[in-house]
């Protein structure tokens, strides 16, 4: 019986991964999908330096490899469960994005300067004051 070790198998996972991920970006481009195609390149580019750091003992290569690989497994579970409607996401998302767009645009408001409002040749607020006086430095040559 042979044995493998976390790097072997680390690269053979990533291999894997490669070959995967190579033949959903065939698919990809035969349906003119250009986001799917571009964060799979981004896929391809992140699993390949994975693979790099495994073989070159790099562990901020397989640290970001396995940041990205979280981040990765969340968006296609995300998405399976959008497309499959699967437990209210569409209105999930929906509420999600009212909140944002309701906290920006009452932030444009109160920064909004009206029409003869405060100016700033008008209304001048308090100026802070610096404590430390600034004496000039002169250098002898």
Known sequence: ???CSGRCTLIFICGMQLVCVLERQIFDFLGYQWAPIL?????IIIVILGLFG????????ITGYAV???LWVTWNVFVICFY??????????GFIYACYVVKCITEEEDSFDFIGGFDSYGYQGPQKTSHLQ????????
């Not at 964060?39 to 896929?43: D, K, M, R, S």
């Not at 499959?84 to 998302?93: I, M, R, V, Y």
């Not at 600034?134 to 040559?141: C, R």
């Open 84 to 93: 499959l409607e699967a437990g209210d996401l569409s209105k999930l998302a």
């Open 134 to 141: 600034l004496q000039p430095m002169y250098m002898s040559k």
């Open 68 to 70: 990205w690989l979280v």
């Open 39 to 43: 964060a799979n390149f981004v896929h």
């Open 54 to 61: 495994t073989i070159q003992y790099r562990p901020r290569y």
């Open 1 to 3: 019986m042979g044995y």
